[in-house]
């Protein structure tokens, strides 16, 4: 079954300080993968695309890494700030009808 | 406009009543995509319109949920007969390319939150 799976499912950090967040996925064929930052009671805003042949991908303070051998894919931040706290999603478009499946996302809570 | 826009920002309905959704795409947008996300999960896909074309409503969970795009611009979906379970947020997103540009990126809205009670 195509599944996208995120960790951790919720994490906590002070503000200045780097993390980074883990995605695994069973998608294939493999099309590409996104990382979409949700604000609360928003929609989900794109962050990074990454194809096959993409290793790391920077949008800003935000570092996305795939490996598409391993089918594993990671979010850095660095130096959080307070406008960071919002839920993380993975999307991985692939499978047989090339949809996009999203993971449940990871929850992050940047503290002063 | 400068965003997707979506309306109402929420809705609660009685068990049973009808409700339409409404999506403003970004205009030009050829791609558009209705999702559903529960509390805490991510979204889950309902159905996708190429222009005026609804050429997927495989997500759809039964026939009481209908969706239209008559003119290729403003999308409804409509929930007939509402249930509990049908309580979530209702995403709209829309793309400047077709479904088959794989590498192209989708703009959503901020969502209706449907309340069933």
């Known amino acids: 079954k195509n599944q996208v799976e995120q960790s951790p499912q919720s994490l906590i950090i002070l503000e200045g300080k780097n993390c980074t967040l883990q995605?695994?996925?069973?998608?294939?064929?493999?099309?590409?993968l996104r990382w979409y930052k949700q604000d609360t009671g928003r929609g989900p805003v794109s962050l990074t695309i990454m194809t096959f042949s993409e290793n790391t991908k920077s949008n800003g303070r935000y570092t996305a890494t795939l490996d598409a051998d391993t089918k594993q894919s990671s979010l850095h931040i660095t130096a959080s700030q307070l406008s960071d706290s919002a839920s993380y999603i993975c999307v991985v478009r692939g499978g047989a009808t090339n949809k996009l499946i999203f993971g449940t996302g990871t929850l992050l809570a940047v503290q002063p | 406009g400068a965003g997707v826009s979506q309306s109402p920002r929420y809705k609660v309905a009685k068990r049973g009543q009808d409700v339409a959704l409404r999506c403003d795409p970004i205009?030009?947008?050829?791609?558009l995509f209705w999702y559903q996300q529960a509390l805490g999960q991510g979204p889950e896909f309902l159905t996708y319109f190429q222009n005026e074309a609804q050429l997927d409503k495989s997500g759809l969970p039964s026939d009481r949920f209908f969706a239209e795009r008559p003119e290729g611009s403003v999308s409804t979906l409509k929930i007939q007969r509402t249930q509990q379970e049908d309580s979530a947020v209702y995403l709209c997103?829309?793309?400047?390319?077709?479904?088959?540009?794989?590498?192209?990126?989708?703009?959503f809205g901020n969502g209706t939150r449907l309340t069933v009670t």
């Open positions: 995605c695994n996925y069973t998608v294939s064929p493999f099309s590409n």
């Open positions: 205009s030009g947008h050829v791609s």
């Open positions: 997103a829309s793309s400047f390319s077709r479904l088959s540009s794989y590498n192209s990126p989708l703009h």
